[in-house]
């Protein structure tokens, strides 16, 4: 199910797709550096192949968000890592107990059990 064009004219909805878009891409490059730096702690090449695959899957998930971003208007340009990093307050958020606690306040819904 795609959004309708109009939904893209609000600015407070564009503003969340960019802001949840950019906390996974923040993520997926994270996850990328992570795993990249796991793989030169590998016992043997064969493990090191695997994690390092990994970790292309990982960057090819940042790049697919990316792409979408830069479609939405945000160039490649301000997706530095500098820029990345206000995505971080989100990032914690979506992967900590308070995305969590937010869920729970929630209004019961189709979404949300």
């Excluded at 979408?68 to 995505?87: D, I, K």
């Amino acid at each position: 199910m795609s959004a309708s064009p109009s939904a893209f004219q609000d600015e407070a909805y564009r503003a969340g797709v960019i802001e949840l878009l950019g906390a996974l891409a923040y993520g997926e490059i994270s996850a990328c550096e992570r795993i990249v730096d796991d793989a030169r702690m590998a016992p043997d090449l064969a493990t090191r192949v695997e994690i390092a695959m990994m970790a292309a899957s990982e960057f090819d998930h940042f790049i697919g968000l990316r792409d979408r971003l830069q479609a939405l208007g945000w160039p490649l340009q301000r997706l530095s890592s500098t820029q990345l990093l206000r995505f971080t307050p989100t990032f914690q958020a979506l992967t900590t107990g308070e995305a969590v606690e937010l869920a729970g306040r929630l209004p019961a819904g189709p979404l949300c059990p």
